[in-house]
């Protein structure tokens, strides 16, 4: 069975910053895109970055230059450092993976954790 575990969030300043891990664990044959996604209360889920197997990244408009997506393929995990923080980055913040386990490939997603930007 696959489980991502994410940690890192927490409450910052405006200005501030915080890095987000997430960790694959089980039976995992192979990993292809990573990414983050972020939920504000009363809105729709919204793609954050993502990074490929070979390191290729994508970013939305709203946090180019602030936020930096990376990724360990020797621990299965994925990062994303978010600096310069603005209170609308105030989300709950999920990680997910296209994982190959037992010849099936399929997406996973993370539990979420709590991003609180203060202003």
């Known amino acids: 069975q696959v489980q991502l575990v994410e940690s890192g969030g927490g409450l910052v300043q405006a200005g501030g910053s915080l890095r987000l891990s997430c960790a694959a664990s089980g039976s995992i044959f192979s990993i292809n895109a990573m990414g983050w996604y972020r939920q504000a209360p009363g809105k729709q889920r919204e793609s954050v970055a993502s990074?490929?197997?070979?390191?290729?990244?994508n970013y939305a408009e709203s946090v180019k230059g602030r936020f930096t997506i990376s990724r360990d393929n020797t621990k299965n995990t994925v990062y994303l450092q978010m600096n310069t923080l603005k209170p609308e980055d105030t989300a709950v913040y999920y990680c997910n993976a296209k994982i190959t386990t037992q010849g099936i490939t399929r997406t996973y997603w993370g539990q979420g954790t709590q991003v609180t930007v203060s202003s």
């Open positions: 990074i490929t197997s070979g390191g290729s990244t």
